[in-house]
């Protein structure tokens, strides 16, 4: 055998070293793929809250002022009746989630039966792609889809009751609010956030918050948080399931598909004793058991972007009272008790007939759906057309 044959392959040298250059190489391209694929994530979970922003939109054009957090009846801080729906699942039909939306029905208790194979669902375009946990939780009632977008229900200050002030921001218990009310205009606005799913929490939920309890003594965000309120984690809010936030895409309350503009974005308050290391948010008495409701339920993200919020800068969103809603006047009557209507029942203004009554619309029969569909509200600024 020649000497040029015996020295044709690698040494044992020579192919380790081709093996380190190839592992330098991956290490140094994977970062970057990743990267690249949590660049594609976030630019996916600003989309979404783009989709929820126009969804809301197209809701109040349609219906007048944008949906209540929840809607229920009562008198003080007695709850009587209550049908616990968000309002993420109000805007459903305007979001491409027309089916999932006609499964439910919006008249009866959304732990109802009947909805169970509304609630069960995670909806895509309430899930962030950067979600850690997008997994449906389970609850006493059964299942329910989870949610990483919340709603803007307050600062501190959540609800007073049926007898008490209303919040400062855009959404609220029985309370369907306008554009034109946005008085600072929409893009001073917070509206919509991104939120963790499983979010731990100090919840209170059947006791108020001692040490936060006056509408309009409300604490700096740049406040120390165990000052402003020690129940935290001082053992006056121990709950059975401390990661239950942002579990259910269909519950109205603040902690479940809502946050508050308490704290900034991304704000870590963390656990000191009974949630030691814990992110926690903070909830009191629940809206569901008739308030009053304080709470600070912070917006947070998963890294590296941080928090997506669309028209968005934290402030309050009215720099005075808004007026007072009046129907417009027009031409045809029908139209004017449609306005009517909207604007004293805002929680059924989805399903309503012009005689004031209301069913729900995938029970219509033909000649109700076509007598609804005729019945159109007069243009804002316009005459109506002949």
Request: with cysteine; charged share 20%; glycine share 8%.
């Amino acid at each position: 055998m020649s000497r040029s044959a015996r020295h044709s392959g690698f040494t044992l040298i020579e192919l380790l070293v081709v093996i380190a250059i190839i592992a330098l190489l991956i290490a140094l391209l994977l970062p970057a793929v990743q990267s690249a694929r949590e660049a594609a994530r976030r630019i996916q979970c600003t989309n979404n809250l783009k989709q929820i922003g126009l969804a809301f939109f197209n809701y109040e054009s349609a219906i007048g002022g944008f949906p209540p957090s929840m809607c229920a009846s009562g008198t003080g801080n007695t709850v009587t009746w209550m049908n616990g729906w968000s309002a993420l699942s109000r805007i459903l039909p305007y979001s491409e989630q027309g089916n999932l939306f006609n499964s439910a029905n919006f008249i009866l208790w959304k732990e109802d039966p009947q909805s169970s194979t509304a609630i069960s669902q995670n909806v895509s375009f309430l899930l962030c792609p950067s979600e850690v946990n997008p997994q449906v939780s389970t609850h006493d009632y059964g299942l329910a889809g989870v949610t990483s977008y919340g709603v803007n229900q307050g600062d501190w200050f959540v609800w007073g009751g049926f007898n008490g002030p209303q919040n400062r921001n855009a959404f609220g218990m029985n309370r369907s609010r306008r554009i034109a009310e946005f008085t600072d205009g929409t893009s001073q606005a917070l509206i919509a956030a991104e939120v963790k799913t499983y979010q731990p929490a100090s919840n209170c939920r059947t006791i108020p918050l001692p040490s936060v309890n006056n509408p309009n003594n409300i604490p700096s965000p740049y406040a120390d948080p165990y000052t402003v309120a020690p129940e935290y984690d001082n053992g006056t809010c121990i709950t059975q399931n401390q990661f239950e936030f942002h579990t259910e895409w269909s519950d109205g309350n603040a902690h479940a598909a809502g946050f508050t503009t308490a704290w900034p974005p991304n704000k870590q308050i963390l656990g000191r004793s009974m949630y030691l290391g814990m992110d926690l948010d903070l909830n009191g008495l629940n809206e569901e058991l008739g308030g009053p409701t304080f709470a600070a339920i912070n917006s947070r993200s998963y890294p590296m972007f941080g928090v997506t919020r669309p028209l968005a800068r934290r402030k309050s969103l009215f720099s005075r009272p808004p007026r007072p809603h009046r129907p417009q006047k027009c031409s045809d009557n029908a139209s004017r008790n449609r306005l009517e209507f909207t604007e004293k029942y805002p929680c059924f203004s989805e399903i309503r007939r012009d005689n004031g009554s209301h069913v729900p619309e995938n029970r219509e029969s033909p000649l109700q759906k076509r007598h609804r569909q005729r019945i159109r509200p007069c243009r804002r600024g316009l005459p109506r057309r002949r």
